[in-house]
Every structure is written in structure tokens, then in C-alpha cells.
């Protein structure tokens, strides 16, 4: 069955950098989109951009421009989140979650999921 | 890009049906029917249970509908049962090709 298996925890301090993995399994992982959201604790869903693994281009959102790249590893199936100059209200969990297949579903929903990675700053 | 409005609770008994509303504008829900709908338990990741406004992925139970009317959706669970407790987030995909959640929804089974 589709798996997506993310890194694990990270424990940073203000103005570094965190790069996430998620290791995609059992689809044909250039076929589908994949995107990132994260959840600050105690609070709502957040989206933070979307990767094409078959091109590697990317969609992120204005408040993340500039400070979020996504990039992939076909050879690994994998994906990265990187997100710098980390502050206190960047720690939450950080999702992968599969989208639409490439091209033809680019709205379509988040049918599978990573089991996150908690992300604490902290000096 | 701001955030969908959902009620921040509703409540339901056993048997009974609830209703969540999920409200954008013109420039998301209103624009596409491509609204979704995520069941999330606490320590868990979110899980799908409504796409393209009111499709039912493979196992999800027909317990479970969507719809939509203007800038609002809605997700209706029939049949409360004790599991249904968790947050709800409703999600939408953008005129400016992004994604937008709603702030989620705690349901309670009383």
C-alpha cells in the first residue's frame, strides 16, 4: 500500500535551517504530486506548497515564498521540505501528503500522508 | 490567501446528525468544485474523507457526504457514532492555484 515515511524530529534554534524528508513507496512516484502542510500545536492546518517529482517545480504560498524550497530525489523517491531563518511560531508538525496525478489532477485532494515531523525551535 | 471559516465546535448525541459549514469566497470554494474534507484524531494525521465536494474516497463510510452552495461547504455526518469525535478541516484549491484550509472544527459525540 502507498506509504509516505517521514524523518524524524528535529529540535532547532531561531535563524536556523530544517530539511524534512519523506520517503514515498508502492506508486510510481512521479506520477502524483506532493505537498506540505504543517500544524503549530493546539492550532489549524496549513499549507505550505506543492512539488511536481516528475519536473521538480514548484507552487509555494506568499507568506512562505522565499524561505520554504522543495525539491526531490527521484532516485530515492524522496522529497525535501527546507525551511530557514526558523523563528518560535515555525514549530509544528510538518506533513508530506500526496496530491493529484500530474497534469490532469492538480486540484485533486490529499489522499495519503506522512506521519509528521515535529519541528521545535528553541534557543 | 485567508483561511476558510469553519465553527470552531458543534456537538452531536449518538444517532443524531451535524452538519459543518465551511465558507470561502468567489476566488476558492465558490470557484471550483474542488473542496475537501480531512478527519484528524488527536496525535494523528489528518484523513481523507471527502473530495470534489461530496465524492467518498474507497472505505469511507456513506455515513459521511459533502455539499455545496455558493461560497459555502458542508459536510454532514449522519448516525453520530463515538469514533466520529475529532477535528474536521475543509480544504479548497485556489483561483491563484494554491491551497487553503478552514481553521478545523471539534466535534464532539456527547
Known amino acids: 500500500q502507498v506509504q509516505l515515511v517521514q524523518s524524524g524530529g528535529e529540535v532547532k534554534k531561531p535563524g536556523a535551517s530544517v530539511k524534512v524528508s519523506c520517503k514515498a513507496s508502492?506508486?510510481?512516484?512521479?506520477?502524483?504530486?506532493m505537498h506540505w502542510v504543517r500544524q503549530a500545536p493546539g492550532q489549524g492546518l496549513e499549507w505550505m506548497g506543492i512539488?511536481?517529482?516528475?519536473?521538480?517545480?514548484?507552487t509555494y504560498p506568499q507568506k512562505f515564498q522565499g524561505r520554504v524550497t522543495l525539491t526531490r530525489d527521484t532516485s530515492t523517491t524522496t522529497v525535501y521540505m527546507e525551511l530557514s531563518s526558523l523563528t518560535s511560531e515555525d514549530t509544528a508538525v510538518y506533513y508530506c501528503?500526496?496530491?493529484?496525478?500530474?497534469?490532469?489532477?492538480?486540484?485533486?485532494?490529499?489522499?495519503?500522508w506522512g506521519q509528521g515531523t515535529l519541528v521545535t525551535v528553541s534557543s | 490567501q485567508s483561511a476558510l471559516t469553519q465553527p470552531a465546535s458543534v456537538s452531536g448525541s449518538p444517532g443524531q446528525s451535524i452538519t459543518i459549514s465551511c465558507t470561502g469566497t468567489?476566488?476558492?470554494?465558490?470557484?471550483?468544485?474542488?473542496v475537501s474534507w480531512y478527519q484528524q484524531h488527536p496525535g494523528k494525521a489528518p484523513k481523507l474523507m471527502i473530495y470534489?465536494?461530496?465524492n467518498r474516497p474507497s472505505g469511507i463510510s456513506n455515513r459521511f457526504s459533502g455539499s455545496k452552495s455558493g461560497n459555502t461547504a458542508s459536510l454532514t455526518i449522519s448516525g453520530l457514532q463515538a469514533e466520529d469525535e475529532a477535528d474536521y478541516y475543509c480544504?479548497?484549491?485556489?483561483?491563484?492555484?494554491?491551497?487553503?484550509f478552514g481553521g478545523g472544527t471539534k466535534l464532539t459525540v456527547l
Open positions: 501528503t500526496r496530491g493529484g496525478l500530474i497534469y490532469t489532477d492538480y486540484a485533486r485532494a490529499f489522499d495519503y
Open positions: 508502492a506508486y510510481t512516484f512521479t506520477s502524483y504530486y
Open positions: 512539488i511536481n517529482p516528475s519536473a521538480g517545480s514548484t
Open positions: 468567489s476566488s476558492d470554494v465558490g470557484a471550483y468544485n474542488y
Open positions: 470534489d465536494v461530496s
Open positions: 480544504s479548497a484549491h485556489t483561483a491563484s492555484s494554491t491551497r487553503v
